[in-house]
């Protein structure tokens, strides 16, 4: 392959013209995350020798507070491997992108990075162990919408419950106002304080998604209080479910997450998507009481790794002993 020169742009106006079909690398995102605070984008573009564009990774450095010490760090993030020019060697031009955007994320003092929602579980193995990252075995959950609709890859004891529960009055809609967004940004807010993992962007961010035709927002009701809501992306024929949340402190019986996840369904196999993704289907214990409630929909359960690094090379080393295979 010709020789590849990577370059990392941290500013929307410093971009080159680029096509982007997949929303998490998009300039779209690079220019909501820019306007958001408490995040910073950096956007590795890959060029060739006769400066075209062979690939492109966005990467999102996020700042995070902690009980425990350091307190106050940040937190690298990137979703996918990226998107690539065709006939090139994906693999290889993935290589250059992350090593260059690791070392990035070394001069920013980043203190861990995370991959997640890799395409293919063994993608970019070899590059990853070379950078100094490692795997930790991840289920991931998504629902095929293309062969059947999905009323019929659930069980009867779950049809029943949504039967009842749409019978009792609870409905899911679209979100159709910044009244609505807000109301559910606190519910959001609200619903994830007590994760130690799960980190809520300000609620700029979620502003700029209702500006977006490739973010749809969904809003659960009764009796006209909103008791819970999702964020989906859709992007490249699939749609892709970023944020869930529920009042903890509401009915039970109400059971505002399965409407909302199944009003999202149905919205993505209406309008003729192909899968339906969950970005994040709990973490990788064994029990895992998130990963169960998804799977009542009908979902295929995948073996992927997510990849982690640690800035601090002790621990780095700690935990790739560890997770060895």
């Keep these: 392959m010709n020789k590849i020169e990577v370059h990392i742009f941290s500013k929307g106006k410093q971009l080159p013209q680029m096509t982007c079909s997949n929303f998490f690398h998009s300039v779209e995102l690079f220019r909501i995350i820019e306007k958001t605070p408490g995040q910073w ?52 031009i993935f290589g250059y992108l ?41 289920q991931e959950i998504h629902n095929s919408l293309h ?8 069980s009867g004891k779950q049809l ?31 619903n994830n304080r007590l994760s130690p993992r799960r980190l809520i962007p300000p609620q700029e961010f979620f502003l700029e998604f209702y500006k977006s035709n490739k973010i749809k927002m969904f809003v659960t009701y009764y009796k006209e209080k909103i008791i819970g809501g999702c964020v989906c992306v859709l992007t490249e024929g699939n749609g892709y479910l970023w944020y869930l949340a529920s009042k903890t402190k509401s009915n039970p019986k109400l059971h505002a997450k399965t409407m909302t996840v199944w009003h999202a369904l149905n919205y993505c196999y209406e309008h003729n998507y192909a899968h339906f993704y969950f970005l994040d289907a709990g973490l990788p214990w064994r029990a ?20 982690f690094r640690i800035s601090l090379r002790w621990v780095n080393n700690l935990l790739t002993w560890i997770y060895r295979e």
């Design 41 to 92: 984008p950096y956007m590795a573009i890959a060029f060739d020798a006769e400066g075209h564009i062979v690939g492109h990774l966005l990467a999102i450095m996020r700042r995070r507070g902690s009980l425990l010490p350091p307190y106050f760090f940040t937190q690298g993030h990137i979703y996918g491997e990226g998107e690539y020019a065709d006939g090139v060697n994906k693999a290889e």
């Design 98 to 138: 992350l090593e260059a955007i690791t070392k990035k994320f070394k001069r920013n003092l980043c203190l861990f990075a995370e991959f997640s929602d890799i395409s293919k579980k063994m993608f970019g193995y070899r590059q990853f162990r070379n950078n100094g990252y490692f795997p930790i075995y991840w």
């Design 147 to 154: 062969s059947m609709p999905p009323a019929e890859r659930l």
């Design 160 to 190: 029943r419950r949504i039967r009842r529960i749409s019978k009792l009055g609870v409905v899911t809609r679209e979100i159709s106002s910044l009244d609505e967004l807000k109301a559910f940004y606190k519910i959001l807010r609200q």
């Design 288 to 307: 895992s009481h998130f990963r169960d409630f998804i799977l009542r929909f009908g979902g295929k359960p995948v073996a992927k790794y997510r990849w």
